[in-house]
């Protein structure tokens, strides 16, 4: 079990039997009142973010979060399709549960898979993903004073990012996937 001073950031935890993560925590002291711990919550199957108070005496159990890895295979309407790499069965995660990080798959993307309960719940992305450019306007001479340098380009998974002025049509680049922006060329 947990308790309030294990509550840290990026700590999966069991809360009204769902699985969440911490995504921010501060410990405050309020007037005559005992010590709280003010929280922020990411559901991982949702991706809903919630905020609650813990007083000092509240216990957790840890969510049990397995780790697997996965590749993706297709995207059908809302639906993401991967085949798991140590039994080959397959299974589908919803655009609501990936969220941003639908952007960034390709066929063959190896991902990290979240499970609760022995069920699927989330992926996770390396860090660094190599995609092509399908389509970027010319970048004109002498134009950085104005616009920094940059121009959006539309990649292979048809995502919308800023990118040097140097990129074009056919380059292959490397994309942070945890802050969505252009890294270095590949």
């Known amino acids: 079990m947990l308790d309030i001073n294990d509550l840290k950031i990026g700590i999966n935890v069991e809360y009204n039997d769902q699985p969440y993560i911490v995504i921010f925590s501060r410990h405050v002291k309020i007037g005559r009142g005992g010590a709280v711990l003010q929280t922020k919550l990411k559901n991982l199957i949702t991706g809903n973010v919630i905020s609650k108070n813990f007083k000092g ?67 996770s992305l390396p860090t660094k993903v190599i995609l092509e450019v399908k389509d970027a306007p010319p970048g004109t001479r002498g134009d950085t004073a104005r616009k920094s340098g ?34 270095e060329r590949a």
């Not at 539309?154 to 890294?183: C, H, Q, R, W």
């Open 150 to 183: 940059t121009k959006q380009v539309v990649l292979e998974t048809g995502s919308v990012i800023t990118a040097p002025l140097f990129i074009k049509k056919g380059d292959k680049i490397k994309i942070n996937t945890e802050t969505g922006e252009y890294a």
């Open 57 to 123: 005496s509240d216990k957790f159990p840890e969510a049990d979060i397995a780790k697997s890895k996965a590749q993706f295979l297709y995207q059908e309407r809302e639906n993401f399709y991967f085949m798991d790499e140590a039994n080959y069965e397959q299974f589908a995660l919803s655009l609501k549960q990936i969220g941003s990080q639908a952007q960034f798959l390709k066929e063959g993307t190896k991902v990290e898979v979240l499970n609760f309960n022995h069920q699927p719940i989330n992926i």
